[in-house]
């Protein structure tokens, strides 16, 4: 089983990846219904580790946490996106994208391409011969992995009790996890990403160090594309102009968590350098003079 299309099952889990998003994009443009999108990213990521390790079939610990690791955190942001879009109604990324085919397909060809590289440690991890004694770099990963869901869920759970308070409807979130951090829900993700990579390195040799280019895949689209971007353009519309957000903004990290009268004594160019505060996370921010 282990010799199906490839040694690593790149081609196959690439296959069943365009497979799958595919399906989705057709059921999204033939019935305008994108409330599943989120849903089947998620789940993607759950039917590649399991598919792996099955077809693999040595059933090593490694392998198992790895996956088990990928499928708890797979369900739990599936689920929680899908209850949230159900409740919410449309969901806004696509109000642009309705109307041109072009452009929806795009979006799903992208959605393929992150789900593909984002799992490369743990299809890696699944599909090899090697079962190395547990090692140090094992326990790191699953200890980043863990405080990276801890702080995902959390923060997701907070942002949406937040949101659905009548009393909180027009204002930013800013409470819980949300004071340390413009995007804590982001953060855990990348960290529980980058703690399935450190996991997966036991295993690694050669050119299989390449899958580093999933953590690092998932790291720049969040911070220079999808991400953090978009969501930073939203609100600086909205609340660009209130004074009380313009502060929020000016001492919260946009990532990494840190005490606000940390934050927002350090000097730009730190910011800018070690803590992602680029520039252009403020370019839809009303320009407020020298005090901004």
């Not at 590649?48 to 790895?66: D, E, P, Y």
């Not at 996956?67 to 969901?91: A, S």
């Not at 990403?193 to 280019?213: C, K, M, N, Q, Y």
């Not at 971007?229 to 990290?253: C, H, I, M, Q, W």
Request: charged residues 15%; glycine residues 8%; hydrophobic residues 50%.
């Amino acid at each position: 089983m282990g010799t199906v299309i490839d040694s690593h099952f790149l081609g196959l889990t690439a296959i069943v990846t365009v497979g799958y998003q595919f399906l989705f994009f057709i059921v999204t443009a033939l019935l305008k219904f994108d409330k599943v999108t989120d849903f089947a990213g998620s789940t993607n990521f759950v039917i590649l580790a399991i598919l792996t390790l099955v077809l693999k079939g040595s059933w090593n610990f490694r392998q198992i946490v790895l996956t088990l690791l990928v499928v708890i955190w797979g369900l739990r942001l599936g689920l929680f996106l899908l209850m949230r879009i159900l409740q919410w109604g449309e969901d806004r990324r696509f109000d642009e994208m309705r109307a041109s085919l072009g452009k929806l397909a795009v979006f799903w060809i992208f959605q393929a391409v992150w789900v593909w590289t984002v799992s490369l440690p743990v299809t890696v991890v699944n599909s090899s011969n090697r079962n190395p004694s547990l090692q140090a770099e094992d326990i790191i990963g699953w200890i980043i992995w863990s405080v990276g869901f801890l702080v995902e869920a959390t923060a997701d759970q907070q942002k949406l009790t937040f949101k659905n308070s009548p009393e909180n409807r027009g204002k930013w979130c800013n409470v819980g996890l949300w004071k340390y951090s413009r995007h804590p829900n982001y953060f855990g993700e990348i960290f529980l990403w980058w703690g399935i990579f450190v996991a997966s390195t036991p295993v690694l040799e050669g050119a299989e160090w390449l899958v580093i280019l999933g953590p690092i895949f998932l790291t720049l689209l969040l911070l220079f594309i999808s991400g953090i971007p978009l969501l930073e353009e939203s609100a600086d519309k909205k609340f660009g102009n209130v004074a009380g957000y313009r502060l929020y903004k000016r001492k919260t990290s946009p990532l990494i968590l840190l005490p606000p009268a940390v934050y927002g004594n350090l000097p730009s160019w730190f910011k800018t350098t070690f803590l992602f505060e680029f520039p252009f996370y403020s370019r839809s921010l009303p320009q407020e003079g020298s005090n901004w």
